[in-house]
Nanobody
Framework: QPQLYESGGGSVQAGDSLRLHCGAS????????MGWLRQAPGKEREFVATIDWNGGNTYYADSVKGRFTISRDNAKNTVDLQMDSLKPEDSAVYYC?????????????????WGRGTQVSVSA
């Protein structure tokens, strides 16, 4: 069973940066679009960013556009999310996910495999 592993979460102050890292247990995800999604307490899981299978196209939620950057390294089976200018409303559990559609989607229901998540907490 392919698995995804997130790391890099933590507690920071508003304006700080964090870099989330996702590793895959198998190279099978090299042909998949990869994404980051998040879920805050009491809220539904929401799309944050996605990158197509070869890194040629990226898509971001409006709330993070210009502050977050998604990237991937297929040789290492990794996907990163650089988060700058963090805000308290960015606080959530962040999940790495894989989408069989190599072009990428923004609907959380379109993602087929999920990691266990990493907590990001941003204080004012």
């Amino acid at each position: 069973q392919p698995q995804l592993y997130e790391s890099g979460g933590g507690s920071v102050q508003a304006g700080d940066s964090l870099r989330l890292h996702c590793g895959a247990s198998t190279p099978v995800f090299r042909s998949y679009a990869m994404g980051w999604l998040r879920q805050a307490p009491g809220k539904e899981r929401e799309f944050v960013a996605t990158i197509d299978w070869n890194g040629g196209n990226t898509y971001y939620a409006d709330s993070v556009k210009g502050r977050f950057t998604i990237s991937r390294d297929n040789a290492k089976n990794t996907v990163d999310l650089q988060m700058d200018s963090l805000k308290p409303e960015d606080s959530a559990v962040y999940y790495c996910a894989a989408d069989r559609d190599p072009t990428g989607n923004t609907d959380p229901d379109d993602f087929d495999w999920w990691g266990r998540g990493t907590q990001v907490s941003v204080s004012a």
